[in-house]
């Protein structure tokens, strides 16, 4: 089965804490590619990151970071030094080879709040 | 570089009716797809087109339909509209199908009553 778990559904946090949003894929496909979006309340997503399977390597975008673990299938999103325009839906989403690269399956999404 | 843009980005309905969303995609970007937000199910997959082809479809009834032009702008319709239809519909667009980045527009939020 192809599936993507966010298990943290809702966060709060207080401006300039880091904060870690979590990811949890399975596919059986070797090639798959992962992706973050952040959704604010205007609607659209907003593209972050793009990582394919065989590569493995973080990566470290200004405040934000990315973990990508084949050996437990998880790709975790960290906000350093977290602020209150970071408030928004986060969503992790999968696409894979014989699924067809441009569907994509969401996680449900992590509601990110940060206070003040 | 112009975005994905949606139209219309707001709209009610009624039951029965039906409904045509518009989205035109980056330029050079051959591939659209479309996906269904709503609170309960999250957002699903509804279809894909490339060069004009619909190469994927998700698991919806038959009064979902799509097309693209051969200027890769894409329509999506719903027939017979349902309360439950009600959902904000989100347009992407990629540069083919083969696993480059997906961007996505603002959306269609749809109310039906």
Same mark, same amino acid.
């Given at each position: 089965?192809?599936? #993507? ?18 990811? #949890? ?59 209150? #325009? ?27 709040? #940060?206070?003040? | ?22 989205? !035109? ?60 239809? !009600? ?6 667009? !990629? ?19």
């Amino acid at each position: 089965a192809q599936k #993507v778990t966010q298990a943290q559904t809702e966060i709060s946090v207080v401006e300039k804490e880091d904060v870690t949003l979590d990811c #949890v894929y399975e596919t059986r496909d070797t090639t798959y590619y992962l992706f973050w979006y952040k959704q604010p309340p205007s609607g659209e997503l907003v593209f972050l990151i793009r990582r394919n399977s065989f590569d493995e390597q973080n990566e470290i975008s200004g405040r934000y970071s990315w973990n990508f673990q084949k050996s437990t299938s998880s790709f975790n999103f960290t906000i350093t030094a977290s602020q209150v #325009v970071d408030s928004a839906v986060y969503f992790c989403a999968l696409s894979r080879s014989s699924g067809g690269y441009n569907k994509l399956i969401f996680g449900a999404g992590t509601r990110l709040a #940060v206070h003040p | 570089k112009a975005g994905v843009t949606q139209t219309p980005r707001y709209l009610i309905k009624t039951r029965g009716q039906q409904v045509t969303l518009s989205c !035109s995609p980056i330029s050079g970007h051959r591939s659209v797809s479309w996906y269904q937000q709503t609170p309960g199910q999250g957002l699903q997959f509804l279809f894909e087109y490339f060069s004009e082809t619909q190469r994927n479809k998700g698991n919806f009834p038959g009064r979902f339909s799509g097309r693209q032009f051969s200027n890769s702008r894409s329509e999506m319709n719903v027939s017979t509209l349902e309360l439950g239809d !009600s959902a904000l519909y989100l347009c992407a667009s !990629s540069f083919d199908s083969s696993g480059n980045t997906i961007y996505f527009g603002e959306g269609s939020w749809l109310t039906v009553v």
